[in-house]
């Protein structure tokens, strides 16, 4: 069965050093998602993106955080200077064209020190 | 704007009862709701969706979960919990741009 693969599943990093975090959606799926999720606190959506650009993003997702897609398969997030609150974990998920099911990843656990 | 409340933070059973996992919404609109499950270091893998179809809505693992407008509820239940079943699981609606909304969990523990 196709899944959503992340790399690495932990990062440990510097505050104020740049982390990419990398996915790679399910082959057919053409929307694709990022959340987080911070230590004992819910799932929060940080970006959708589509046809080769944000279609929304979150209040969170400010001007530190990039996405791309660079190849065709990859999609990645950049934090460009990481924060100590950035601690968390990164979940990537994918959907098919017009469909509502997300799949997700098994998430990258960022650790910002 | 929609969300999702779960109202157990922590469920215990014992194995071979019966789960119940409660969430209520808050939607505008006929929502999209899920569930979601998350076991210890592992993604977030679909249970299963409902999407304004029939109102029960079976799932993996044996699970269900019931939309009742009326009440604004889509619990999640289960009638015999393995122990395998032990997980985080979340309720999550679906907003209009397609984002998705979380519920703040409910970690299910199953007693031998």
């Known amino acids: 069965e196709p899944e959503v693969t992340q790399t690495p599943s932990h990062q440990v990093t510097q505050m104020g050093q740049e982390v990419i975090l990398r996915c790679v959606p399910i082959s057919n799926h053409l929307y694709f998602y990022w959340y987080r999720q911070i230590l004992g606190q819910k799932v929060e959506f940080l970006v959708s993106?589509?046809?080769?650009?944000?279609?929304?993003k979150s209040e969170i997702f400010d001007d530190q955080f990039s996405v791309e897609r660079p190849d065709g398969s990859n999609f990645t997030l950049k934090i460009r200077s990481t924060k100590l609150e950035d601690s968390a974990m990164y979940f990537c998920?994918?959907?098919?064209?017009?469909?509502?099911?997300?799949?997700f990843g098994p998430g990258t656990r960022l650790l910002v020190l | 704007a929609q969300s999702v409340t779960q109202l157990d933070s922590h469920v215990s059973v014992s194995e071979g009862t019966p789960v119940l996992l409660r969430c209520n919404y808050s939607?505008?609109?006929?929502?999209?709701l899920f569930w979601y499950v998350q076991h210890p270091n592992k993604g977030l893998q679909l249970l299963l969706k409902y999407t304004s179809a029939a109102t029960l809505v079976k799932g993996i693992n044996g699970f269900e979960a019931e939309f009742k407008k009326s009440e604004t509820s889509f619990h999640l239940t289960k009638p015999s919990a393995h122990m395998s079943d032990a997980a985080e699981y979340f309720c999550v609606v679906r907003d209009s741009s397609y984002k998705l909304i979380f519920g703040s969990g409910t970690r299910l523990l199953v007693r031998p």
């Open positions: 998920a994918s959907s098919e064209p017009l469909q509502e099911t997300q799949y």
């Open positions: 993106f589509y046809n080769n650009e944000i279609s929304e």
């Open positions: 939607s505008s609109y006929s929502p999209s």
